[in-house]
């Protein structure tokens, strides 16, 4: 089957801009993820969502950033007022239900340059 | 709290010689491991997990890792190391009470003929 899809695979914008990422979830999977992977922070945890609700946000960086997931399904990762730092890869993850003992599946990520 | 320490950032092996990759874990509560391997411009994928059952997992392309309750340990081994295993490779740590995977800083496995 799909497997966790991500558009765009790449983004490249100027600071002070939005952008919004989007991530396409395995069917059927109640539990997403958002990750960033950048070189100087390595991989770091942004947010958990079970189903539409998002029980944890402690890994968003500021109140730049915003997620939202409608219908169980997509979800989509904002950044407002975008700073150099936040290039990055974005890696979103899905998985069937448990965050602890679930395997979670990666997306391909999206990769965010911000000039 | 959760915490994972991957010993070394960047390993080198011949082709055909075994692979270790050291993985350290602290958690305040049983935990779930995982190992993820990542290849250049490609996306995470998982090789093993550990959530409490038998603790020699064994995983995809040859690789095993053992869980080591008294040292605190999840060392991923493979007897014979082939090109195709140059990547990066995480060591993820995560527990019942958390909702999200704690990620090691990668080790570079490299391959040489």
């Known amino acids: 089957g799909a497997g966790v899809s991500q558009s765009p695979s790449n983004k490249v914008t100027e600071k002070g801009k939005d952008v919004e990422l989007r991530c396409d979830p395995i069917?059927?999977?109640?539990?997403l993820y958002w990750y960033r992977q950048s070189l100087g922070q390595g991989l770091e945890f942004l947010i958990y969502?079970?189903?539409?609700?998002?029980?944890?946000k402690s890994g968003l960086p500021s109140d730049r950033f915003s997620a939202e997931r409608t219908g169980g399904s997509v979800s989509t990762l904002t950044i407002q007022r975008t700073q150099q730092e936040d290039s990055a890869v974005y890696l979103c993850?899905?998985?069937?239900?448990?965050?602890?003992?679930?395997?979670?599946?990666f997306g391909p990520g999206t990769r965010l340059t911000v000039l | 709290a959760q915490s994972v320490t991957q010993l070394d950032s960047h390993v080198s092996v011949s082709e055909g010689t075994p692979v270790l990759l050291r993985c350290n874990y602290s958690?305040?509560?049983?935990?779930?491991l995982f190992w993820y391997v990542q290849h250049p411009n490609k996306g995470l994928q998982l090789l093993l997990k550990?959530?409490?059952?038998?603790?020699l997992v064994k995983g995809i392309n040859g690789f095993e890792a053992e869980f080591k309750k008294s040292e605190t340990s999840f060392h991923l081994t493979k007897p014979s190391a082939h090109m195709s295993d140059a990547a990066e490779y995480f060591c993820?740590?995560?527990?019942?009470?958390?909702?999200?995977?704690?990620f090691g800083t990668g080790t570079r496995l490299q391959v040489t003929l």
């Open positions: 993850a899905s998985s069937p239900y448990r965050p602890d003992t679930d395997t979670q599946y």
């Open positions: 069917s059927g999977h109640t539990a």
């Open positions: 969502f079970q189903g539409n609700s998002a029980p944890d």
């Open positions: 958690s305040s509560y049983s935990p779930s």
């Open positions: 550990y959530t409490s059952a038998a603790t």
């Open positions: 993820v740590v995560t527990t019942g009470t958390a909702s999200k995977l704690t």
